[in-house]
């Protein structure tokens, strides 16, 4: 659910007005605390974002866009009490600060504010345990693993991670008056009255402080992790810088764009199939010169899968390679179609090799006036129906087709109906 | 049809002495053993083919031209129509293409959902199979038989979607309707009940001489065939190609259950047979698995945006289908329309080595041959 869908209660709207003066006064501690987060532990950020965004499972997402809202929220209010110190202001202020957090929050993972110290306990233990995996990973040349191959309790940890900073941000700017209610972290950090205005600022540093402690204390109990303290602790640092940099990001941001504006941070990782598309780009190159590759890219939309556009002209000896050579033998066609991208048309081939268990999709474009993409049936027999599918629906000849006649409409059928410009032929009109 | 098919080739001076004639024979496209409307050429020698020319698009509705005039969620029905004998494994390869250009999130409960519908279906197609094939070659008892326990299966669909063909039943993101109260029971039920008629299906015909000698060695084909021709599915591994995408390429969640994936290398009729009849205990396997540990409560539907705009780009995703190998191509313009839609479907691709296995056979081996490749017409013409 993004912000923009929340109702407007009577009180975020008197507390809409304070939040505006606050923001300002936010984005430049944001700044400062940026500029003093890329000092220390800026190879630790982009580490822990090896992660592209894009493969972010949703609640992830949430879980990061909860931690940047609750920071945000959370330093707009101590900026406010800070101004104002009246103390009427506060619960209005407290309330809004919970109606923001809670619509992102799913409501499975709504959690009391006292199991808050135990969750965040797990949270930096997890952060420790996820940086020692990926310290192990990163010994060995596989890059870095996709969510999607994450264990459920990783992803658990993740996301707890992010929750429970921010609710350990908002608690602490939430004062005195709840303390007693808030677990033993709160305890031992408790602001003073007069403190409002520096709370944020300072619960911030001890949350990080708080969660690096926990983590010792957690892998200790734990035992059987690997992993220094300083890993946690620099992993705690990473986490918090992040949360910071999606914060200064929302910030920034409409409210409208806060799904987005993280993704667009996160350094992309290298797919796990990049290696493969290296492989096959080097091995026709080798063979048959740079420039008949026109693209070569990882198809990030279809599961990774490595894709190649070839040069049209090129095409059928390139086919004969990738099926015949070695290190391709592609040696099954799972499908072939065309495409009419209205300039021009395109025939996409997906290839498998069960040799080496790797897929490959191709492309090859072809002018929409004078199509013709060389066929494969002599390579691939499975081609025959398919380009004479191909060839009856949008009329892409296949020269070296043996018997290339409409497969699907009559014979006498006028016109290809999938390009985008046919009309069906009426005799009578 | 302007084809050389045409002239036929007149022999009088045959080593008998006996004067022969090909002749050209056509079958179908009204005919019962083509399951639908295929219409195949076939010019014979006496009773040996010499050729086979298959002909098709009786059925041919222009799905993938409707679909570009259609939202996402409207296509769905649509490819209930193309394999109407196993629409579930369509609702899912569509819905499953859709997903993944969204990377969405599907609910634990739809995940099972999806699963079990799949694999109900899996069994209720290859029942369709067991019994029409069965037909095809003269047995009348087990498409009875087939049928009645298919009608099961469909009529845990009708209560779990309300159809008992065209379900409809899966949405981008999870699934359109819970399991009513019970349904999970009566499922299980069943699959006790069919893993005690299994047996009875094998003692019925499996040991049959007469079957025996009609299927054995017949329609053979290797692997290296195989892959030229693209098969995929019990084709592919009645080859000895151990290949199964629920195995191979996970999807949904089929890595949670155990199965195995049954192969053959003598590549003929008798070991597609033997194929699917393992295939459909396999399935009860799943299911079973799955009913167990299917989760009391939570959400069939995941959070999905109202309107359905996959990113611009394209995707190609490819499940088994109880047929083989069914892929869905999306091409998308950031719309909320596909800008071209492509389906693999696994019928079609598997039909076109049937002019080569015809080749030379006698022609009353045609309709098992045909059979055993087991088409739906209405996937091939999409």
């Known amino acids: 659910m993004s912000d923009e869908k929340r109702k407007p209660t009577p009180e975020e709207k008197a507390a809409a007005a304070a939040e505006a003066r606050a923001k300002a006064e936010s984005l430049r501690k944001l700044r400062e605390q940026e500029a003093q987060a890329s000092q220390e532990p800026q190879e630790e950020v982009s580490a822990l974002e090896v992660k592209p965004v894009s493969e972010m499972t949703p609640e992830e997402k949430a879980a990061a866009k909860k931690a940047a809202a609750a920071e945000a929220i959370a330093k707009a209010k101590a900026a406010k009490e800070a101004k104002e110190a009246a103390e009427v202001e506060t619960p209005v202020a407290e309330q809004q600060s919970e109606a923001v957090a809670l619509p992102a929050k799913p409501v499975s993972e709504m959690t009391p504010e006292e199991k808050a110290a135990a ?26 693993k996709p969510v999607s191959e994450m264990t459920p309790e990783e992803k658990a940890a993740a996301k707890k991670a992010a929750a429970a900073e921010a609710l350990a941000k908002a608690k602490a700017a939430k004062e005195v008056k709840e303390a007693a209610e808030n677990g033993a972290d709160t305890a031992d950090s408790a602001p003073d009255a007069d403190a409002k205005a520096k709370a944020a600022a300072a619960a911030k540093a001890k949350a990080a402080a708080a969660a690096a402690a926990k983590a010792k204390a957690a892998r200790e109990a734990g035992g ?100 015949d050579d070695e290190q391709l033998s592609f040696e099954y066609l799972s499908d072939l179609h065309g495409v009419d991208y209205e300039d021009r048309l395109e025939v996409y081939y997906h290839f498998y090799s069960y040799k080496n268990r790797q897929s490959l999709a191709v492309k090859v474009k072809t002018s929409r006036e004078d199509s013709k993409v060389a066929s494969v049936m002599d390579l691939w027999h499975g081609a025959n129906w398919n380009e004479r599918e191909t060839f009856d629906l949008l009329g892409i000849h296949f020269p070296g087709h043996k018997d290339l006649r409409r497969i699907l409409l009559p014979d006498d059928w006028v016109g290809y109906p999938l390009r985008k410009d046919y009309v069906q032929y009426d005799e009578e009109v | ?124 197609s290859h029942l369709v199979w067991w019994g029409t094939f069965l037909l095809d070659i003269g047995a009348m008892g087990p498409f009875l038989y087939a049928f009645r326990d298919r009608e099961t299966i469909l009529d845990l669909f009708n209560e779990l ?45 499996t040991g049959n001489e007469i079957f025996i000698s009609r299927l054995n060695g017949i329609g053979k084909f290797d692997t290296k065939t195989a892959l030229d021709y693209s098969l995929s599915g019990v084709m592919l591994r009645s080859t000895g190609v151990k290949w199964d995408l629920r195995k191979d390429e996970p999807y949904c969640i089929y890595d949670r259950f155990e199965f195995d994936v049954p192969t053959a290398t003598e590549g003929d009729c008798m070991a597609r047979y033997h194929l699917r009849m393992a295939e459909i205990e396999q399935s009860l396997r799943i299911l079973e698995q799955a009913l167990e540990q299917f989760p009391s409560e939570g959400e069939v539907m995941g959070k999905v945006p109202r309107v359905i705009r996959p990113p611009a780009g394209e995707t190609y995703v490819r499940i088994e289908s109880p047929r083989g190998e069914i892929g869905c191509y999306i091409a998308s313009q950031g719309k909320d329309k596909p800008w071209r839609l492509k389906f693999r479907r696994p019928s079609f691709t598997n039909l076109q080595i049937l002019p080569k296995l015809l080749q030379g056979e006698n022609l009353s081996n045609m309709v098992a041959i045909l059979g055993s490749i087991d088409i739906v017409l209405g996937e091939v013409d999409c």
């Open chain 2, 1 to 124: 049809m302007n084809h050389n098919i045409l002239t036929t080739h007149v022999d009088t001076s045959s080593e008998t002495g006996l004067r022969t004639e090909e002749m050209l024979l056509n079958v179908g496209p009204q005919h019962p053993s083509t399951h639908g409307v295929f219409r195949l050429v076939v010019k014979i020698d006496g009773e040996t083919i010499k050729e086979a020319i298959p002909v098709m698009g009786y059925l041919h509705r222009g799905t993938e031209k409707l679909a570009e005039n259609l939202t996402y969620t409207q296509i769905i029905p649509y490819t209930d129509r193309m394999d109407y004998v196993s629409a579930m494994t369509n609702n899912y390869v569509l819905c499953h293409a859709v997903e993944t250009m969204m990377g969405l999130e599907i609910p634990e409960r739809a995940q099972f959902l999806r699963l079990i519908a799949m694999e109900l279906n899996r069994v209720a």
């Open chain 1, 119 to 144: 969750k965040k306990a797990a949270a930096a233990e997890a952060i420790a345990k996820a940086k020692a995996a990926k310290e192990q990973a990163e010994a060995s040349p596989p890059p870095a």
């Open chain 2, 161 to 205: 979607c309300g159809a008992r063909m065209t379900f409809n039943y899966m949405r981008v993101g999870g699934v359109k309707w819970d399991a009513p109260p019970g349904w999970i029971d009566k499922a299980k039920e069943f699959v006790q009940y069919m893993k005690k008629e299994l047996n009875n299906y094998h003692q019925l015909v």
């Open chain 1, 224 to 323: 059987d992790e690997s992993g220094d303290d300083d890993a946690k602790a620099k992993a705690a640092a990473a986490a918090k810088a992040k949360a910071a940099a999606a914060a200064a990001a929302k910030a920034k941001a409409s409210q409208a764009t806060g799904d987005e504006a993280p993704a667009e941070e996160a350094p992309k990782a290298p797919s796990k199939n990049q290696p493969y598309l290296d492989k096959y780009v080097s091995r026709i190159s080798e063979a048959f010169g740079q420039e008949v590759i026109e693209a070569s890219y990882i198809n990030e939309l279809a599961k990774e899968v490595p894709t190649l556009t070839i040069q049209n002209e090129r095409w059928h000896q390139i086919a004969q390679f990738l099926k």
